[in-house]
């Protein structure tokens, strides 16, 4: 048995805004991706992958069954083969890895399950939302379950508040643009929970609380409003007031490392660096009007290229 594909998903808008109802923008992406297999019976498995999914189907039990139910006779004679998750999407960087995982639970032994090819109703969206933040919370401690939701639908999702999501079109790419939307590898990997709790110790600041809501919503919010309507030349100016309220603000976010990386981008315009999911390693988003000038200013660094511009 091999499930379907799940692909990795990138939050391009709305890292820590989303948490305080801001605006986000998620859209999938399918160089990373993973589905559930099942081995053909003496070949070597990837035996800490079955251990996880077993780990998770007890916690999985523990779950309201009126809320979500699975169909447990499948699942657990599925784990007993040997099931495991075989995934490309990296652990750790900010790219849904659980998200992907938590889909493809859902997607093979969810009963009464939403399918993609229903009529996506703010209802339905919201109750997946819910069904994904319960199951996610097994890897993080808290979801808000946009992850598993990105990878399950396969579309892009723009979220106006914790409860008014839908799904959305973005742009056609360019494939000859100059400008890109790039991932940037910080060599590390950065976990979600530390990172979620220092920001909500930070919360309890006033001046952080207000620089908040006074500035990083309100320019990430442009943003995702200039992204979908093609408005470039805006999107870069807002962009760099992002990038530049990040790094005065989100420094324990950014592996010290890129620090000065980040500021050169700030200065020289070649490039805007901000965070992808919670940072603190993982992947950085990158943002240029001319990847080629972006790619020479960082070029001891691999990039992918996300979207073209």
């Known amino acids: 048995m091999k499930g379907p594909l799940f692909f990795a998903k990138i939050l391009l808008f709305g890292e820590y805004g989303i948490i305080k109802d801001s605006k986000g923008l998620s859209i999938p992406y399918n160089f990373y991706r993973g589905a559930l297999k099942i081995p053909t019976e003496g070949v070597d498995f990837d035996q800490e992958s079955n251990q996880k999914l077993k780990d998770f189907a007890v916690y999985l039990k523990t779950l309201d069954s009126k809320v979500i139910d699975f169909d447990w006779v499948k699942l657990e004679s599925d784990l007993a083969k040997n099931m495991y998750f075989d995934s490309s999407i990296p652990q750790g960087y900010g790219v ?19 399918t993609v090819l229903e009529n ?4 339905k969206l919201g109750y ?11 890897f993080h401690g808290k979801s808000s379950g946009l992850d598993p939701l990105n990878s399950y639908l396969s579309l892009p999702i723009l979220i106006h508040s914790k409860e008014n999501i839908q799904t959305t079109g973005i742009p056609s790419q360019h494939s000859m643009g100059k400008g890109a939307v790039f991932l940037l590898d910080s060599g590390k990997t950065g976990e979600t929970a530390p990172m979620v709790s220092m920001f909500m ?3 309890k600041k006033e001046a952080f609380s207000n620089m908040m809501r006074d500035q990083f919503i309100k320019r990430s919010d442009a943003c995702v409003e200039d992204f979908l309507k093609g408005n470039i030349g805006s999107l870069f ?3 760099k007031s992002l990038s530049a309220l990040v ?3 989100f420094q324990p976010m950014i592996p010290d490392a890129f620090h000065q990386l980040w500021q050169q981008g700030i200065e020289t315009n070649d490039y805007y660096l901000k965070l992808c999911g919670s940072g603190g390693g993982g992947f950085i988003l990158g943002f240029a009007q001319d990847f080629d000038k972006a790619k020479k200013a960082l070029e001891k660094y691999p990039l992918e290229v996300v979207y073209h511009f």
């Open 247 to 249: 790094l005065n603000n």
């Open 237 to 239: 100016k807002n962009i």
């Open 201 to 203: 110790e930070n919360m």
């Open 128 to 138: 997946l939302k819910k069904v994904f933040s319960l199951m996610e919370s097994f």
């Open 96 to 114: 849904g890895s659980s998200g992907a995982l938590v889909a493809a639970i859902y997607d093979q032994y969810a009963s009464c399950k939403i």
């Open 120 to 123: 996506l109703t703010k209802e």
